[in-house]
């Protein structure tokens, strides 16, 4: 009997010890931490991009909720921040940032998103996974305002140079310049006897 009474002291102690190890982590999800984004849109891609309403409402969701925010409040947003990833893709309709390198980088916004939004399913999270999903998704939107800053760069780049083709001569088109001439097969060199 006095075996059995040891027993279930140390059960009790256990899950005293469970518990506060459960108000840690609890409270690990609570704390807030911020977030910067590395890049944003220069004054020129700003007025390129005034009347994409999807790409603004994505800015100012992330600015508003996911600058100052907890893990907990993280998973908390992840469905809205994926619902507003789909209506930026919807929404573009700017020809200059029709490219596949742009496109690639809403794929990863948009999976990386899907991965925090599927963390909220997960009851045993931890907190730094949270923050870390949430850099993630920062990092990547810095990068879509990076790609969208060079292809403007380039373009007004382009303009800027004023290029005359006239002033060199070409006398054959480029096409002709560099095509390989065809080679006469031996079968068709050599006579044949008769």
């Keep these: 009997m006095l075996v059995v009474l040891i027993a ?21 999800k609570q704390l807030q931490k911020s977030y910067q984004f590395t890049d944003t849109l220069t004054t020129i891609s700003k007025s390129k991009v005034n009347n994409w309403y999807g790409y603004k409402n994505l800015s100012s969701f992330l600015k508003e909720r996911y600058t100052n925010v907890s ?9 809205e921040l994926f619902e507003v990833v789909q209506k930026v893709r919807d929404s573009f309709q700017i020809k200059e940032l029709n490219t596949e390198s742009l496109d690639a980088r809403f794929n990863v916004l948009s999976s990386e ?14 907190a730094e996974e949270v923050e870390l999903q949430t850099l993630k998704i920062m990092e990547v939107y810095s990068s879509i305002n990076a790609k969208i800053n060079a292809v403007y760069a380039q373009q007004s780049f382009d303009e800027d140079v004023n290029f005359d083709e006239s002033i060199f001569e ?25």
């Excluded at 256990?14 to 690990?28: F, G, R």
């Excluded at 893990?71 to 469905?79: C, D, H, Y």
């Design 8 to 28: 279930c002291q140390n059960k009790k102690k256990i899950n005293v010890d469970s518990d506060e190890s459960s108000v840690a982590i609890h409270s690990k």
């Design 170 to 194: 070409f006398r054959e088109p480029l096409e002709r310049r560099f095509v390989k001439p065809k080679i006469k097969s031996k079968r068709n060199a050599r006579k044949i006897p008769r």
């Design 113 to 126: 998103v899907l991965r925090l939004k599927d963390m909220d399913d997960i009851p045993s999270i931890k």
């Design 71 to 79: 893990p907990n409040t993280a998973l908390e947003f992840s469905n």
